[in-house]
C-alpha cells in the first residue's frame, strides 16, 4: 500500500481534529463577547440608576428611600464583580482554547506536509517506472529484437 494512501485517514482525522478545535475556540470567543456585553449592561444600569438616584436625592429622600437605594446598588455591584469573574474566566478559557486550536492546526499542516511530499515521491516514482519501461520498449523495437554484437 502506497504511503500516501496510509496517510490519508490520518490527514483526514487530524483535519476534523483541527475544524473540531476550531468550532470550540469560535464558541469561546462567543462566550467573552456575551460576558463582556452582560457586563457593560449592568455597569449601564448602575450608572442610569445613579443618576436616577442623584436626581430624586435633590427633591428629598427619606432615611427608608436612602437605605433601600444602599442596598440595591450593593447588589449591583456585586453582580458587577462577579460579572467581572465570569469574563475573566471566559478569557482564561478562550486562551487554553486557541493554544489548542493552534496546536491542532500545527499538527494538521504538519501531516498535510508529509502527506504532499509522499504524492510527490509516488508521482516522481512512477513518471521514472514509466520512463524506463517506455525506454525499454524503444530499445527493443530500434534493435528488431535481435541482439547486436559490438566487436
Do not use: C
Not at 62 to 84: C, H, P, S, V, W
Not at 93 to 99: D, G, I, K, T, V
Not at 123 to 151: N, P
Amino acid at each position: 500500500m502506497k504511503r500516501s494512501k496510509r496517510l490519508s485517514p490520518v490527514l483526514e482525522l487530524a483535519e476534523s481534529r483541527e475544524k473540531q478545535m476550531a468550532q470550540i475556540f469560535g464558541e469561546s470567543q462567543k462566550k467573552v463577547e456575551s460576558a463582556r456585553r452582560n457586563l457593560d449592561s449592568l455597569m449601564t444600569f448602575r450608572d442610569n440608576y445613579s443618576a436616577q438616584f442623584q436626581r430624586s436625592g435633590n427633591a428629598g429622600l427619606g432615611t427608608r428611600q436612602l437605605i433601600e437605594y444602599r442596598m440595591f446598588l450593593a447588589k449591583i455591584n456585586t453582580a458587577i464583580a462577579d460579572q467581572e469573574k465570569a469574563v475573566h474566566a471566559a478569557q482564561a478559557e478562550l486562551q487554553n482554547r486557541q493554544a489548542e486550536w493552534e496546536a491542532a492546526r500545527k499538527r494538521s499542516l504538519g501531516i498535510k506536509k508529509v502527506f504532499e511530499h509522499s504524492l510527490r515521491e509516488e508521482t516522481r516514482m512512477e513518471e521514472k517506472k514509466q520512463q524506463a519501461e517506455q525506454d525499454e520498449r524503444a530499445g527493443r523495437r530500434s534493435s528488431g529484437g535481435t541482439l547486436t554484437v559490438f566487436i
